[in-house]
């Protein structure tokens, strides 16, 4: 993602192929990071001083205080310390179109357990990243591949203290899923759109995730009890030095 800032508002953003679904989020968290700074952007085609994160998922404090001139920004603000302040703004602004909750509303309520019908319980969403991390070099670059241990374990952490639990599933390998992902009360939202998934996972009330952006969010607009991958990243592993654990999730996370 690159801008160029100036005196007033204009911004040029380009996204990596697959994560469009996550432009309106980034791009909104943009903006809260300037306007908290009295900072307006305008032309592109001047000379700027370019300024880059020290890191992809780390938090970078001189973001927090740009100079007075034409600056170049190259980053992915993939910490929460630069929006804790404004989180609670954030959920307000960040909202999914009435066409796009009402589907995820409609499948979820679909899925609801004849037997639970008349009482609460709680659903917990598990985004499992999967196809493009399965393979040996990201294992050596310090992606663990996600094992159903961990999914084992992390389902546990909720049945073992809710009396009624309802896991939904998000991934890109719904085969390795099926067979690896099991309770008694299981459902796997495959058909859907990367939107509409995001808004099923926003109406639930807590989240399992695994590797990349997409989950993150995932569990953001959950918003509950988060479980993480505590081996991500791999103690050190090349990515161990680009992703710090303390900036990209949230201290209330919990890693397992």
């Not at 807590?206 to 990349?212: D, W």
Request: aromatic content about 14%; overall charge positive.
């Amino acid at each position: 993602m690159h801008i160029i800032l100036q005196n007033t508002f204009c911004i040029r953003l380009s996204w990596r192929r697959g994560n469009d679904i996550l432009a309106n989020c980034e791009s909104v968290r943009l903006f809260y990071l300037l306007i908290r700074q009295n900072v307006c952007v305008q032309s592109w085609q001047s000379s700027a001083l370019r300024l880059k994160e020290v890191s992809a998922a780390a938090y970078d404090e001189s973001f927090e205080q740009l100079p007075e001139r034409n600056v170049s920004l190259s980053y992915f603000l993939q910490s929460y310390k630069y929006f804790r302040d404004v989180e609670d703004q954030l959920r307000v602004d960040l909202t999914f179109k009435r066409s796009v909750s009402d589907t995820a509303r409609r499948w979820l309520d679909n899925q609801t357990p004849e037997k639970w019908t008349a009482v609460e319980f709680a659903r917990v969403v598990i985004h499992v990243r999967r196809k493009d991390y399965a393979q040996l070099k990201h294992e050596v670059d310090g992606w663990p591949t996600p094992t159903t241990d961990y999914f084992r374990r992390s389902m546990s952490y909720f049945t073992d203290c809710l009396d009624r639990v309802q896991f939904v599933v998000l991934s890109d390998d719904f085969a390795w899923c099926r067979k690896h992902i099991n309770a008694t009360d299981i459902v796997y939202s495959s058909g859907h759109s990367p939107i509409v998934d995001m808004a099923i996972a926003s109406l639930c009330d807590h989240a399992i995730i695994t590797i990349g952006s997409y989950g993150w969010w995932a569990a953001w607009f959950a918003n509950g009890v988060t479980i993480t991958q505590k081996n991500l990243p791999r103690n050190g592993s090349w990515l161990a030095r680009r992703l710090h654990r303390d900036d990209y999730y949230k201290p209330e996370w919990i890693g397992l």
